[in-house]
């Protein structure tokens, strides 16, 4: 079992920036590629990005591409998501997850083994 709890969300202003963190705890990450998602009010759950076990493959939703970087820092169990410039529509509650199964990495939700509760972004304009 792994336990996930993010941090680091709150209230900015569009063109901010927030740093969201993702602490692990009951096994380490590192056999886990790991995952961020986001749910905005009304919509469903997508994905945001990934990155791999070593950390040298990552993925990321067109719509956060150049703006958001996801990194993972195995010895402190933590992942992380820089949010640069971000934009009312980024909005929404994060979700950090853990997928145990596939060998690089997978942008589908069904994939992932362990969610943490969500930690909640909202942009002004």
């Known amino acids: 079992q792994v336990q996930l709890v993010e941090s680091g969300g709150g209230l900015v202003q569009a063109g901010g920036s927030l740093r969201l963190s993702c602490a692990a705890s009951?096994?380490?990450?590192?056999?886990?590629?790991m995952g961020w998602f986001r749910q905005a009010p009304g919509k469903e759950r997508e994905f945001v990005a990934v990155?791999?076990?070593?950390?040298?493959?990552?993925g990321y939703a067109d719509s956060v591409k150049g703006r958001f970087t996801i990194s993972r820092d195995n010895a402190k169990n933590t992942v992380y998501l820089q949010m640069n410039s971000l934009k009312p529509e980024d909005t929404a509650v994060y979700y950090c997850a853990a997928d145990a199964r596939t060998f690089f990495y997978s942008k589908v939700e069904r994939d992932y083994d362990y969610w943490g509760q969500g930690t909640q972004v909202t942009v002004s304009s």
């Open positions: 009951g096994r380490t990450i590192s056999g886990y590629a």
């Open positions: 990155i791999s076990r070593s950390g040298a493959n990552l």
